[in-house]
């Protein structure tokens, strides 16, 4: 039930953290994201006073990415939970392992037959199994899922609450109890306190509005789509092959498209899935032809691929 | 450094901003941990706690300017201890000579440095025209309210103009310079602020904003006076609320699935771990869905309120067991198998090409139920929700209302949608009267909204 210790994380690589704001920056970067001062200023106080942060932004920006990095570089297991809707306590806590009660309910009986040998009475056998329940309801039995996971791993982790808008309301105000506290309750158990607070981020993608009460207990952070400079160093980095040229050329149309109105306007992932096709058609220079060629790498709608074509003398020049 | 923030604490909440207690509170505790003068750790630390939506976010980016930059003689931080006196010395003495007025005096605090009242009194201002309800007289109030604002500002302007002339001997006149130019820069920004007010989504999401008052106003317009674009721009809206509709549905489908506890089917799977209950089954509860038929009338103005509901009507699709179609003007032709074969838009565009139709014909009610009557009777049944679109006008043919009165009697309901002003239902050659007698339920049908309200009832 604890994270395998077998991976390579030991109890001094959790305990790394971040020393300031510049130390973030760095620590990401070498863990192949590359942020802005914003960012790294959040993550950095989200470490020193053990927040959660709120991710928002839109689609394709890196949220996820970011908790990834952190992880990485903090050399933290990531778990991760996916939201939905119709996600309960079940799926993202805990389950008793029913099968396997039963399982061993099976292989111990003759020491159940031991142990009631002898009562007198019903009544008394049943007083001398219920003082042995404990054995039943333990940490052995339990399955633990994300939260919970979070909750007892003995090194700090990074949990990702991912895509929390999914969720319901009411899973969402459960979430509040477990990011104010960082304490589960298992009713046959007791209250579980987290052993390391873990560094919790969870992402958004504006399809609801939180509640006022997650926001309050969350450091905010909005992700936009970069700063140009920013963004041809991101191409750069994680795309090394490019050339410089072609690099600018790309990154300043993906911007011009960008400031149309598209139902879906392309976003980091896109810029580098479009980098990496130029590089394989082994594109030196971006011309009109190419772009219309390559149109459906970055624009996922058709009205959005006529749109751009329209405009894609303009575009390039 | 305290007082700043707690003053730029509340300029934000004058001007709408929701900040507790706490987030200030983590919001020093924050600072204590970072270079608060390294200004963009600065300002991402304030934006991390007091703006925590990308609506917020907006309002921020902007305070936060007009705050800590526009307000702030930092440029000339040695030139600006002499000037600042000789700012508080002039407003001071406007002060006096005016008879207490809060606007006034707002503004005043504004040219000072001081923004809080000026946001206070604008206030109001915006909050009440907030509140788009109502037509023209709830827009006039905030109005004048503003104007009276800016009236005061252009008071001001004009009382230092005249103060720093009628000083032209006191004042050397490189401060009378500065002086001008810092009072002139501010009452600008106060103008600015003033008239460039709620703008909150410039640019990048627009379109989601814009989509809600697209929607408020689409959703008020008559069908028949919509010009193309907006018809346009209707599929877009009736895609959102359509999908927003399924989720609702789509949540209680979840709930409403869990029956009663299944003994027979709990107990059989428990032989498999000795008789004892480990997984229990529950009955499906199967939703009640509704076979839907349509009879749209599709002469002239009805069309239009009649393609919108087919819209809807098929977008929903997966919450009726089945919608038949069926189009009429004198006669009548199914058109089912159109909207099985295209997409949703094309296949309106289809039926008014293709259908079997003499779109010229004048309108025979009585006809259509005649042939209803003939080919299409057996396909009404118990669970059969009907759906009539038309407004009535039979040109004074036979209305057959008996048949219509048949057609009830094998359906579970049958609705009858007007696109008319009821005002005019039971005017001219209308059979409105006739059929109302016959049918469930009669709505008016002239604008989004009032068909949106209709679409919910019906799958809700």
């Given at each position: 039930m604890n994270p395998e210790p077998s991976n390579g994380y030991t109890k001094e690589a959790g305990a790394m953290k971040f020393k300031s704001v510049e130390h973030v920056r760095a620590g990401l970067a070498k863990a192949d994201y590359i942020c802005s001062k914003t960012i790294a200023t959040v993550v950095f106080l989200a470490q020193a006073t053990q927040k959660p942060v709120l991710v928002e932004g839109?689609?394709?920006?890196g949220k996820t990415e970011l908790s990834k990095a952190v992880a990485r570089s903090l050399q933290r297991p990531l778990i991760r939970l996916q939201c939905y809707e119709g996600l309960d306590e079940s799926k993202a806590l805990y389950e008793w392992e029913y099968a396997k009660q039963l399982l061993y309910t099976q292989m111990v009986k003759g020491k159940i037959d031991d142990v009631i040998s002898?009562?007198?009475s019903l009544s008394a056998a049943v007083d001398r199994i219920a003082s042995q329940e404990d054995a039943f309801f333990s940490e052995r039995f339990i399955q633990p899922r994300p939260l919970l996971q979070a909750i007892i791993a003995p090194h700090p982790v990074v949990l990702l609450i991912d895509e929390?808008?999914?969720?319901?309301p009411e899973f969402e105000a459960f979430l509040l109890e477990v990011l104010s506290d960082f304490q589960i309750s298992i009713p046959e158990l007791g209250t579980r306190k987290a052993v390391n607070i873990p560094f919790v981020f969870l992402t958004s993608n504006d399809s609801r509005d939180m509640s006022d009460a997650l926001k309050r207990r969350c450091i905010h952070l909005y992700i936009d789509y970069p700063e140009r400079d920013l963004e041809l160093e991101i191409v750069k980095l994680k795309?090394?092959?490019?050339k410089s040229r072609l690099a600018e050329q790309l990154i300043d149309t993906i911007r011009k498209i960008r400031e149309m109105d598209l139902k879906k306007k392309p976003c980091i992932s896109e810029t580098l899935d479009w980098a990496q096709s130029l590089i394989t058609l082994q594109v030196e220079d971006l011309s009109a032809e190419v772009v219309r060629d390559t149109l459906n790498v970055i624009c996922k709608y058709r009205a959005d691929v006529e749109k751009v074509k329209e405009k894609l003398e303009k575009l390039i020049n | 450094m305290l007082n700043l923030i707690l003053k730029f604490v509340s300029c934000s909440r004058a001007t709408g901003l929701r900040i507790s207690t706490s987030e200030v509170l983590d919001c020093f505790n924050q600072l204590k941990l970072i270079?608060?003068?390294d200004e963009p750790q600065f300002a991402a630390v304030l934006r991390a706690n007091f703006a925590k939506s990308r609506r917020e976010q907006f309002f921020f980016n902007r305070l936060y300017d007009l705050f800590?930059?526009?307000?702030?003689?930092?440029?000339n931080i040695a030139q600006s201890e002499p000037l600042s006196d000789q700012v508080r010395n002039i407003l001071q003495s406007l002060a006096s000579g005016q008879d207490d007025d809060g606007a006034f005096q707002a503004v005043l605090d504004f040219l000072g440095g001081d923004p809080l009242s000026f946001f206070e009194q604008m206030q109001p201002a915006s909050a009440a025209g907030n509140?788009?309800?109502?037509?023209?007289s709830s827009n006039l109030g905030p109005m004048i309210q503003r104007l009276s604002l800016m009236l005061q500002i252009n008071a001001a302007g004009d009382a230092l103009a005249d103060y720093l002339s009628a000083q032209r001997d006191h004042l050397p006149w490189e401060i009378r310079r500065d002086l001008k130019e810092l009072f002139d820069a501010r009452l600008a920004s106060a103008r600015r602020l003033l008239t460039k007010?709620?703008?909150?989504?410039?640019?990048?999401?627009r379109k989601t904003v814009s989509y809600q008052q697209h929607l408020d106003r689409l959703g008020e317009i008559h069908f028949a006076s919509l010009t193309v674009k907006e018809v346009e721009g209707m599929r877009e809206v009736i895609e959102q609320l359509v999908r927003r509709l399924k989720d609702t549905l789509g949540r209680r489908y979840a709930v409403k699935n869990?029956?009663?506890?299944?003994v027979k089917k709990t107990l059989r799977r428990s032989a498999g771990y000795q008789?004892?209950?480990?997984e229990l089954f529950f009955r499906k509860r199967p939703p009640r869905k509704a076979k839907i038929v349509t009879l749209c009338d599709?002469?002239?103005?009805v069309w239009s309120a009649a393609r919108f509901m087919l819209n809807m009507l098929y977008s929903l699709q997966?919450?009726?067991?089945q919608v038949r179609s069926f189009v009429f003007v004198a006669g009548l032709d199914e058109v089912t198998n159109i909207f099985e074969d295209h997409e949703i838009n094309r296949a309106i565009e289809k039926i008014l090409k293709?259908?079997?139709?003499?779109?010229?014909a004048a309108t025979d009610y009585g006809l259509t139920f005649r042939q209803f009557k003939k080919n299409?009777?057996?396909?009404?049944?118990?669970k059969t929700t009907l759906i009539i679109i038309g407004?009535?006008?039979?040109?004074?043919?036979?209305?057959?209302e008996q048949i219509l009165d048949e057609m009830r009697e094998r359906s579970r309901r049958v609705i009858w949608l007007n696109p008319e002003t009821p005002y005019f239902?039971?005017?001219?050659?209308?059979e409105m009267r006739t059929y109302q007698a016959c049918c469930h339920e009669v709505r008016p049908c002239q604008n989004l909204n009032q068909l949106l309200d209709f679409i919910k009832s019906l799958v809700l």
């Open positions: 839109p689609a394709g920006v002898g009562a007198d929390v808008d999914k969720s319901d795309i090394p092959q490019i | 270079d608060f003068l800590f930059h526009e307000l702030r003689q930092e440029p509140q788009t309800g109502g037509g023209m007010e709620r703008r909150p989504f410039g640019g990048k999401t869990r029956g009663a506890l299944d008789g004892i209950p480990v599709v002469s002239g103005s997966e919450c009726f067991t293709e259908a079997d139709i003499e779109y010229n299409y009777m057996d396909i009404l049944n118990k407004d009535g006008r039979s040109n004074y043919s036979n209305p057959e239902w039971y005017s001219g050659d209308s």
